[in-house]
């Protein structure tokens, strides 16, 4: 152990590092490196400058000078042979230069090839040789030539080398091509990356260019259609004012679509030749064309529908008798229209209100104040009730150009919850059941009055007047509404109503002289809207598209058509200035 560590310490004193001190022991000075030039008078040729320079590397190596394989020159092996034979006297020291020798050689070129110093039992024996010359005096070992089987080993081994060492060049050089080549491609796909990304900057400025000019041509094409509908509210406006003049009832048509239960079994016998006709084919024979204020067709919203009206509706914030009602058979739309669903399915009676308020608060600015009332009647089985105390009866008396409602509740309202809550009363106690025709047909005529009252202070005018809501009862045939008992006779009174109502509309119509109002109760609450009272009417005419319900449909359109070829009487504007009361006449 202890020669070991002290052949250890003097192995790193060649390599100039001092020893590390050993416990229980001093440790040995510093051994100064071998001399080169001392060392060959005190051992053999070649081995002693071998070993010594063992530790340096071998472009350093002074003296007999060993190849990167570590194999001596030629003029020093024949030296050493020389000495081999010459020199009797000391054939064990020699030869075991020699041997050392070659090991050195050997462990160099092992360190050549692996980076690495050559293994301690290498070190150990060089550096034994180097710094104990003495020792192998007084002991020489039997020195062995190197052999020229090892030293062909060595050169085979050498050549390998070489040879590995042409072939990684080789290889080198091949990768050194082929990432010049891939540089040469990178940079070409680079150039080519430019130019897309040049060209994709040409066409986002021209895709911009582009965009830019569409939305010019957009906002253009909206102010064309804006004015196209402005000129269009014009040619209306123009339209309603010569109906007015004239004193005829507007008429509009409405048809509904086909609802669920009709979708498979049947189609529409309804055509739409223009956007204010109508035609109705009956099987293969196809009908006439004819016109209309409105033709609403079933892809008319319940809001669009209403904006269609609101206009006509606004007259009575102005002073005007207006009277809207829904005419048309069994089935067809009527109570949809009129009262409709919730949210945006409500009818044209929700929508009036609220449109009703928000724009009296308008007029408000204006210096106007308003004061709104409610009664809803229903007519059923030719008797008039309050829909809103619990049905009382109501009596009708005529006077020259009015019908005093005897009875009827009349009931203030400031907002449009006070509405939606009468509504929910009045709907409440109206008479429904289900036909054949219609799962929830209305068994009465609903009619929702307004008394509108208006007066501006800094003017002193004030005006009252009516808005009639009408939701007819729908006529029927009883062969196809299937009813008996007391639904027979509640279709019996809905038809024979609208048969006067008919009769009344051709009498105004023929200007005969007399109009028979007072015989139904429909007729009566109706007159001021039919001639006698200086009303605004439209008449909103409900149509079911089934063919099967065609000749019904053509039977509508034609009393429609009556209507709107009678002459009613200009509107008055119902004012009274200063407490006096004044008709002013339109014309
Ligand atoms: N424009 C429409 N869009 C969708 N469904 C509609 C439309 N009009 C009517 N309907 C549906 O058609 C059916 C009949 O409508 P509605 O009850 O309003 O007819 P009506 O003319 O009032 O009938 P009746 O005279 O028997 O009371 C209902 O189911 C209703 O929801």
Same mark, same amino acid.
């Given at each position: 152990?202890?020669?070991?560590?002290?052949?250890?310490?003097? !192995?790193?004193?060649?390599?100039?590092?001092?020893?590390?001190?050993?416990?229980?022991?001093? #440790?040995?000075?510093?051994?100064?490196? #071998?001399? /080169?030039?001392?060392?060959?008078?005190?051992?053999?040729?070649?081995?002693?400058?071998?070993?010594?320079?063992?530790?340096?590397? /071998?472009?350093?190596?002074? &003296?007999?000078?060993?190849?990167?394989?570590?194999?001596?020159?030629?003029?020093?092996?024949?030296?050493?042979?020389?000495?081999?034979?010459?020199?009797?006297?000391?054939?064990?020291?020699?030869?075991?230069?020699?041997?050392?020798?070659?090991?050195?050689?050997?462990?160099?070129?092992?360190?050549?090839?692996?980076?690495? /110093?050559?293994?301690?039992?290498?070190?150990?024996?060089?550096?034994?040789?180097?710094?104990?010359?003495?020792?192998?005096?007084?002991?020489?070992?039997?020195?062995?030539?190197?052999?020229?089987?090892?030293?062909?080993?060595?050169?085979?081994?050498? =050549?390998?080398?070489?040879?590995?060492?042409?072939?990684?060049?080789?290889?080198?050089?091949?990768?050194?091509?082929?990432?010049?080549?891939?540089? &040469?491609?990178?940079?070409?796909?680079?150039?080519?990356?430019?130019?897309?990304?040049?060209?994709?900057?040409?066409?986002?400025?021209?895709?911009?260019?582009?965009?830019?000019?569409?939305?010019?041509?957009?906002? %253009?094409?909206?102010?064309?259609?804006?004015?196209?509908?402005?000129?269009?509210?014009?040619?209306?406006?123009?339209?309603?004012?010569?109906?007015?003049?004239?004193?005829?009832?507007?008429?509009?048509?409405?048809?509904?679509?086909?609802?669920?239960?009709?979708?498979?079994? +049947?189609?529409?016998?309804?055509?739409?030749?223009?956007?204010?006709?109508?035609?109705?084919?009956?099987?293969?024979?196809?009908?006439?064309?004819?016109?209309?204020?409105?033709?609403?067709?079933?892809?008319?919203?319940?809001?669009?529908?209403?904006?269609?009206?609101?206009?006509?509706?606004?007259?009575?914030?102005?002073?005007?008798?207006?009277?809207?009602?829904?005419?048309?058979?069994?089935?067809?739309?009527?109570? %949809?229209?009129?009262?409709?669903?919730?949210?945006?399915?409500?009818?044209?009676? /929700?929508?009036?209100?609220?449109?009703? !308020? #928000?724009? +009296?608060?308008?007029?408000?600015?204006?210096?106007?104040?308003?004061?709104?009332?409610?009664?809803?009647?229903?007519?059923?089985?030719?008797?008039?009730?309050?829909?809103?105390?619990?049905?009382?009866?109501?009596?009708?008396?005529?006077?020259?150009?009015?019908?005093?409602?005897? &009875?009827?509740?009349?009931?203030?309202?400031?907002?449009?919850?006070?509405?939606?809550?009468?509504?929910?009363?009045?709907?409440?106690?109206?008479?429904?059941?289900?036909?054949?025709?219609?799962? +929830?047909? +209305?068994?009465?005529?609903?009619?929702?009055?307004?008394?509108?009252?208006?007066?501006?202070?800094?003017?002193?005018?004030?005006?009252?007047?009516?808005?009639?809501?009408?939701?007819?009862?729908?006529?029927?045939? #009883?062969?196809?509404?299937?009813?008996?008992?007391?639904?027979?006779?509640?279709?019996?009174?809905?038809?024979?109503?609208?048969?006067?109502?008919?009769?009344?509309?051709?009498?105004?119509?023929?200007?005969?002289? %007399?109009?028979?109002?007072?015989?139904?109760?429909?007729?009566?609450?109706?007159?001021?809207?039919?001639?006698?009272?200086?009303?605004?009417?439209?008449?909103?005419?409900?149509?079911?598209?089934?063919?099967?319900?065609?000749?019904?449909?053509?039977?509508?359109?034609?009393?429609?058509?009556?209507?709107?070829?009678? %002459?009613?009487?200009? =509107?008055?504007?119902?004012?009274?200035?200063? &407490?006096?009361?004044?008709?002013?006449?339109?014309?």
């Amino acid at each position: 152990m202890n020669v070991a560590r002290r052949r250890s310490g003097l !192995f790193r004193s060649t390599i100039g590092a001092p020893p590390k001190a050993t416990r229980g022991r001093a #440790a040995a000075p510093p051994i100064k490196e #071998a001399d /080169p030039a001392t060392i060959p008078r005190q051992s053999a040729p070649g081995g002693i400058t071998i070993g010594a320079a063992a530790c340096r590397p /071998p472009s350093r190596l002074p &003296g007999a000078t060993i190849s990167a394989t570590g194999r001596a020159s030629l003029p020093e092996r024949s030296a050493m042979a020389k000495t081999s034979t010459s020199s009797h006297s000391r054939p064990a020291l020699q030869s075991t230069a020699s041997r050392n020798t070659t090991l050195t050689a050997a462990s160099t070129s092992r360190q050549l090839r692996t980076g690495r /110093p050559p293994p301690p039992s290498t070190q150990r024996s060089t550096a034994t040789f180097s710094l104990k010359p003495s020792v192998a005096r007084a002991r020489p070992v039997a020195q062995k030539p190197i052999l020229p089987s090892k030293v062909t080993l060595l050169e085979e081994r050498n =050549a390998q080398l070489e040879r590995e060492m042409a072939e990684a060049t080789d290889f080198a050089e091949h990768q050194k091509s082929k990432i010049q080549f891939l540089d &040469g491609k990178l940079e070409g796909a680079d150039r080519k990356l430019i130019s897309l990304q040049d060209q994709l900057s040409t066409l986002k400025e021209v895709h911009k260019s582009k965009m830019e000019e569409c939305e010019e041509y957009r906002v %253009h094409n909206n102010d064309l259609r804006d004015l196209l509908n402005e000129k269009e509210a014009e040619l209306r406006k123009l339209h309603n004012d010569v109906v007015d003049l004239r004193g005829q009832i507007r008429v509009a048509v409405r048809v509904r679509p086909l609802i669920k239960s009709e979708v498979d079994t +049947s189609s529409s016998a309804i055509e739409y030749p223009a956007v204010d006709a109508i035609k109705i084919n009956e099987g293969s024979k196809p009908g006439n064309v004819v016109k209309f204020e409105n033709v609403f067709t079933p892809v008319f919203s319940q809001k669009e529908v209403f904006a269609n009206v609101e206009e006509f509706i606004r007259s009575s914030l102005h002073g005007y008798n207006v009277g809207l009602i829904a005419y048309g058979q069994t089935g067809s739309g009527k109570t %949809h229209t009129m009262r409709g669903g919730n949210g945006e399915e409500e009818g044209i009676i /929700p929508r009036a209100a609220a449109f009703l !308020f #928000a724009e +009296s608060k308008k007029l408000e600015s204006l210096g106007w104040k308003f004061d709104f009332s409610l009664s809803f009647l229903e007519v059923y089985n030719n008797v008039a009730y309050d829909l809103l105390s619990g049905r009382d009866v109501v009596q009708l008396r005529l006077n020259d150009q009015t019908v005093s409602m005897i &009875g009827l509740s009349e009931h203030t309202i400031s907002n449009v919850s006070d509405v939606a809550r009468l509504l929910r009363v009045a709907d409440g106690g109206r008479k429904t059941a289900a036909t054949k025709c219609n799962g +929830s047909s +209305s068994r009465s005529h609903a009619v929702y009055m307004w008394k509108i009252k208006a007066h501006q202070p800094s003017t002193g005018i004030s005006t009252t007047c009516q808005l009639k809501l009408v939701d007819l009862a729908g006529s029927e045939r #009883a062969k196809e509404s299937g009813v008996s008992g007391d639904q027979f006779k509640e279709m019996t009174n809905i038809n024979q109503s609208l048969s006067i109502l008919q009769m009344c509309i051709s009498q105004q119509r023929s200007q005969k002289g %007399h109009v028979s109002y007072r015989d139904s109760k429909l007729t009566q609450v109706l007159m001021d809207c039919l001639g006698r009272g200086s009303s605004k009417t439209m008449v909103v005419v409900n149509l079911n598209p089934c063919n099967e319900q065609a000749t019904e449909s053509k039977r509508s359109i034609e009393f429609a058509s009556k209507m709107r070829s009678t %002459h009613i009487g200009s =509107a008055v504007q119902q004012r009274t200035l200063l &407490g006096d009361v004044s008709q002013m006449s339109m014309n």
